[in-house]
């Protein structure tokens, strides 16, 4: 059964530095999407990030980088230059390429921003 | 993109109580989803709903306890029934191509439930 696992209940970083997110996932799959989610104090779900996994190139959205070890099966989100908007809960979530299944999602990290 | 909004956006009810849900898109799309996040908990899918069908459930959840409308492409309803504590959570519905397309899901704000 696929899994996805984020160690890391809370973290905190002091605003304009750099923080990093770990997640990692459990499947036998070879085709995939790897996301990573932000949940603000507003509840609404933002998608930051995705990655295929038929990609070797680590994808990045401005200040958001994502580090992909296909073989590790791990999945980082680097958050450069924090800023007191990035406060939130973040879900990495993994889904099967081209196959109805449901999109599974971890369990979130808290991330505070130190002003 | 897809805007969506649900209604109502908290509750507070009391137990054997049932709650009606509603969530409503800005566009017509084919694939509804519900989840249930509960306290400091990552979303778990209740179930897919698509217009013209019924809901397909998750493992775990059932349709007596919540059931699900899809009268249309831009809206559907989702029933707590015979509510418990134990259903405390946020209620989200979400959009998306689903079956593998690796598109982004577009979330409501979600619905807070307490139970009392």
């Known amino acids: 059964a696929q899994t996805v696992t984020q160690s890391q209940p809370e973290m905190s970083v002091q605003e304009a530095e750099t923080v990093t997110l770990s997640c990692t996932y459990d499947?036998?799959?070879?085709?995939?999407?790897l996301f990573w989610y932000k949940q603000p104090p507003s509840r609404q779900m933002i998608l930051v990030i995705r990655q295929e996994a038929y990609k070797q190139q680590n994808a990045t959205e401005n200040r958001f980088s994502v580090n992909f070890q296909k073989a590790a099966k791990s999945f980082s989100l680097k958050i450069s230059d924090s800023q007191l908007g990035d406060a939130a809960m973040y879900f990495c979530?993994?889904?099967?390429?081209?196959?109805?299944?449901?999109?599974?999602f971890g369990k979130g990290t808290r991330l505070h921003i130190l002003p | 993109s897809a805007v969506i909004s649900q209604k109502p956006s908290r509750d507070i009810c009391q137990r054997g109580t049932s709650l009606t849900i509603q969530c409503q898109v800005d566009s017509q799309v084919t694939m509804m989803f519900w989840y249930r996040q509960q306290p400091g908990q990552s979303l778990t899918l209740i179930a897919t709903?698509?217009?013209?069908?019924?809901?397909?459930?998750e493992s775990g959840f059932v349709i007596d306890k919540f059931p699900i409308s899809r009268p249309n492409l831009t809206f559907s309803t989702l029933t707590v029934s015979n509510m418990s504590p134990e259903d405390s959570s946020i209620y989200l519905c979400s959009v998306g191509p689903g079956q593998g397309a690796g598109e982004t899901q577009y979330f409501g704000p979600g619905t807070r439930l307490l139970v009392l």
């Open positions: 709903a698509n217009q013209g069908s019924e809901a397909t459930y």
């Open positions: 979530a993994y889904e099967v390429m081209n196959r109805d299944d449901k999109i599974i």
């Open positions: 499947t036998s799959e070879s085709d995939y999407y």
